[in-house]
């Protein structure tokens, strides 16, 4: 018999604004509130708090709503203290006290190792900073708005891809912040600011960053003020006229000092954010994997050797392994720059068979691993057969750190350590750590 296609019928949406009961937080730090039993997600909304909101979405099992306004506050809201907060997309906790995000960060931590591994743990101490003026990089949005015959230059608007128009940032190293007004004015008067993709800004220990990506060539003019707004200001100016082609113009190689090594580094390469929790975090990784001086380290998705040249300066012997082959060499050099000589860097797909790689024929005391957000699926499998007495994982995805950890434990691992790293203040991103412990 023949079928018709017939579409489904739209469920209208009552969008008719309703008082309601916050329950908690997501891990994402959006209010949980329940219609008829079901879950309505509303960003901007406090465990505890009434108030009054819009539905936006409606599923079989969970609805969003809108934030209209807050009938009765939580004791732990404060005014967010950045002007563009209600639209910028950068920041999504500042209403909410810098202790309680803390303690959000920890139980929501808690919760998914405990939902996806089974493992309840009483967390570390978590790993906090100054919670302003802490990014060492950010990347401006720009956009010529033909309409007004203005540069929109800013950070993307929240669910959106429109630009908020920011020239002061409070979570932005004082330094680049500085400059952000400035170069503003200097990139709305080029010749062709319709051509202008992005401003990156990165802060060295000895010089800070920018880079402009652009889509055509810039007039000499405008390349001339450029040149000479870097010069005045001690900056290193790169120009980027296509993805990833990196052309140094003026200025200092940039590096970064920390943990007793220098790395240099390039604008496009990847590093921590927050120096200051990224240090402690190193320090913190040494601590909980007790280098010895006789120690054959590990370290996995080793990038520049952010980990890698530390353990260097106490183990017997590092080796590091990383995906890209740019951050291979780069870290080779880094190596060299600090006269260690009993590290080694080497090219893997980290997802394929690593136990049969010349590095790998040996075993390990220690292993580290800090993988990107996807997790370590593949390598984590075969860690057992390296034979180390302790794991450290680091992870900026508490998810995937959670479904991995059930791949350790089923290789006789015990999770003895675990911890919060707030790398991103006034977000609801969460790094963390975890120590596992070869069972005897």
């Known amino acids: 018999m023949a079928r018709f296609f017939q579409p489904k019928k739209k469920t209208s949406i009552d969008t008719k604004h309703q008082a309601i009961k916050v329950e908690k937080l997501d891990h994402q730090g959006a209010g949980i509130a329940f219609l008829n039993k079901k879950p309505v997600f509303i960003e901007g ?39 563009h907060y209600q639209l910028c997309g950068g920041c999504d ?21 405990r939902k996806f591994s089974g493992e309840t743990l009483t967390l570390s101490e978590p790993v906090i ?14 956009m010529w708005n033909k309409k007004v015959k203005h540069l929109d230059f800013g950070f993307r608007q929240r669910a959106s891809k429109n630009i908020v128009n920011v020239t002061d940032c409070p979570v932005l190293d004082a330094k680049l912040n500085h400059h952000l007004a400035p170069l503003k004015t200097l990139l709305s008067d080029f010749q062709q600011p ?20 652009h889509l055509a060539p ?32 003026w200025g200092d190689d940039p590096y970064y000092d920390e943990n007793g090594v ?33 120690d054959r380290v590990l370290d996995l998705f080793c990038g520049l050797g952010n980990f890698s040249l530390p353990l260097a300066k106490l183990a017997h012997e590092v080796v590091g392994v990383e995906g890209i082959d740019d951050m291979v060499l ?40 800090d993988p990107a957000r996807a997790g370590a699926a593949g390598i984590i499998e075969q860690l057992g057969a390296f034979s180390a007495s302790k794991v450290v994982y680091v992870s900026c995805n508490p998810a995937t750190l959670a479904r991995d ?36």
């Open 218 to 249: 810039l007039a000499e003019k405008d390349r001339a003020a450029l040149v000479a707004y870097a010069q005045d200001n001690s900056l290193t100016l790169y120009l980027m006229p296509e993805t990833n082609q990196l052309v140094k113009v």
């Open 93 to 113: 906790l500042q209403h909410l006290q810098r202790a309680a995000q803390v303690a959000h960060k920890q139980q929501a931590l808690s919760q998914l190792m």
């Open 129 to 142: 900073t100054e919670d302003k003026g802490y990014r060492r990089r950010a990347r401006m949005s720009m």
């Open 330 to 369: 780069k870290a080779s050099d880094n190596a060299q720059i600090n006269q260690l000589k009993n590290v080694s860097f080497y090219q893997a797909n980290l997802e394929e068979d690593m136990t049969t790689q010349a590095w790998a024929e040996q075993k390990f005391d220690k292993i580290l691993l």
């Open 194 to 213: 319709e051509t202008l993709g992005h401003l990156e800004l990165v802060r060295g220990s000895n010089t800070a960053v920018i880079v402009l990506r």
């Open 262 to 294: 220098t790395v240099p580094f390039l604008p496009t390469n990847f590093i921590q954010v927050n120096q200051s929790v990224n240090r402690k975090m190193v320090e913190q990784a040494i601590a909980w994997l007790d280098v010895e001086s006789s």
């Open 45 to 83: 909304a406090l465990a505890g708090e009434q108030v009054l909101m819009q539905l936006t979405e409606s599923k079989s099992k969970y609805a969003r709503g809108k934030l209209i306004k807050v009938l009765e506050p939580s004791p732990e809201r404060v005014n967010p203290f950045c002007p």
């Open 405 to 440: 950890s059930q791949s350790l434990l089923n290789q006789g691992y015990e999770l003895v350590r675990l911890g919060m790293l707030d790398m991103f203040p006034h977000t609801s991103h969460l790094e963390s750590m975890a120590l596992f412990v070869k069972k005897r």
